[in-house]
Every structure is written in structure tokens, then in C-alpha cells.
């Protein structure tokens, strides 16, 4: 069924877990992580980020997206990741989105307080629910694209998010949600992620009103993943780790082949993978050890 982020967090929040937040830039993907989120029961986020836009444009992505979610015997909201500019996000509203990432983590902190504000007032009265981010997140994605170029790994904490700031912005704004910069990377890890949890919390005790969000999931080992939700994130971007995970497999299923595969064979041995992974997942959001 569809649903709203707002409202997802608030359940979420209440019973110590996290909505995870899934991009889906095609058909496979999508069915196989709501398949997975049906099977595991509990409510996520599918996302359509605009830099994928060369692959699926959103005109096509999100009317699909909103068709499966209401078929759905699960909550979904339907999500715009990492929107870069007001024109993109308007188009997703126009098509319906249910919640939407505006993301001007990239300016100083009054005029990304600025811009989002000027985005709640255009649509805070739809019901969308907004999530913004204070910090920067680093990049070691496996394909670069433009606004995602390769950051500088060798001391996380240059990106971590300010406490204060965090609260400035939450205090003037009221979004949904805040992303901040903790630990985690988009993409691939180099060495072993350590999280800051006490940095977590501290800005969990400043901004009692605002759900914590935290992108970069992929590679973070699971404890350290529960141990943030424990600590009060509550939407965690999960899809370098899914996205990739069909490749080996599919590179040894060609190379041990007599003859030609059909490619209708490899979607569905890709979305069988996907969906086990993304079970995986979501049993870790769904930190039923914690609510115990």
C-alpha cells in the first residue's frame, strides 16, 4: 500500500527500528525489494535518485514505482533520493512522489536552510514529507557521476555533520528527516566502517523532533547498523551492496555456459539475488534482537 515517510518514521520510532531506503532504477529491482519487504513484513522506502535519470528517466520510474507500492501488501512510500535542484523535484511531485530528498548539503548552512525552507513552503501543504541533510557525504561509488566524484577517504571525520548546526537546521526547517555524516560512505569502503555513535546520539539529544536518517549502508557491518538504530537513525539508504550483488554470480553463470544465455534467465537469477540480499537487509532494519 502506499504510504507516507512521515508516518513510517513515526511507527518506526516508536518501535525501535529503521525504514530502509532502497533505490529501484528498474523492474527487476523494484519487484524483487518489494517481494523482500513483503516477506520480511515490515515498511520501507523505494527511491528514485535524479542522477539516475540516464538510465530510467523519472517519468517512467516513479509511475511504476506508485503502481507496485499500492499493490503492495506492505506500507511503501515512494521517494526522490538525492534531488539536486527545485525543477527536478517539482516533476516528482507532479508525478505523485510521497516524500522527497532536497539535498543542498553542498551549501552554507543558511542557504541550504534557505533553499529547503522554500521548498516545504511550496509543498509542505501536499503532505510530502522532506528530508534534507547537514554534512557531507563522502563518495567512493563504483560508477562516479557528476555531483558524486570520488571523495578524499583517509580521515572520515572532515565530513561528520556539526551537532549545532544539526539543531539550527532542525529548529528552522522541521523536516522529516535529517541525514547526517557519522562514519558511513556512498559506495564502496576502504578499510573496516566505524561509525561514531556517540556523535549519533549527541545529535539524536539535539533534534528530539527530527528522525535521523543515514545514507551509506552498504558494507557497514550489521552490528555496527543496529547499534545506530538503537541510537536513534531511523531511515538508513541501503543499494551499492544489493545493486552489485547479482554480478559475480551472473559473470560465472555466462562464463560456465556451453552455449548462449538467454537474458530472460539472467534477470530472473538477478532478482532472485536481489531479493535474498535485500531480505538480509531488512531483517538487520528490522532490529528485532533490540525490541525484544
Known sequence: ???????????????????????????????????????????????????????IPIEIAVPLMLDYAKKSTVPISVHVDHGLDMKHIMKA???????????????????????VKRLMDLVGHLGIAIEAEVGTMPNNMPDEVHGQERSDLSDLSVYYTDPKEAQIFCEQTGVDVLTISFGSVHGMYEG???????LLEQI??????????????????YDQIQKAISSGIRKINYFTAIDTAPAPHLAK??????????????????????????????????NEAARA
Open 93 to 115: 511531485v507532479r508525478l505523485g512522489v510521497t516524500s522527497v530528498m532536497y539535498d543542498c548539503s553542498n551549501l552554507p548552512l543558511e542557504e541550504n536552510i534557505a533553499e
Open 204 to 221: 539524536r539529544d539535539l533534534t528530539p523532533n527530527t528522525s535521523l536518517g543515514m545514507h551509506g549502508g552498504s558494507g557497514v557491518p
Open 192 to 198: 573496516e566502517p566505524n561509525l561514531n555513535i556517540p
Open 253 to 286: 553463470l555466462i562464463n560456465e555456459a556451453d552455449g548462449p544465455v538467454n537474458f530472460w534467465k539472467l534477470a530472473d537469477e538477478a532478482m532472485e539475488i536481489i531479493y535474498e540480499k535485500t531480505v538480509e537487509v531488512l531483517r538487520v532494519c528490522k
Open 1 to 55: 500500500m502506499l504510504a507516507n515517510l512521515a508516518e513510517l518514521l513515526q511507527d518506526a520510532k516508536k518501535n525501535n527500528y529503521a525504514i530502509a531506503s532502497i533505490n529501484t532504477p528498474n523492474q527487476i529491482s523494484l519487484r524483487a525489494v518489494i517481494a523482500a519487504a513483503e516477506e520480511v513484513n515490515i515498511p520501507i522506502t523505494i527511491n528514485h535518485a535524479q542522477n539516475e535519470d540516464d538510465h
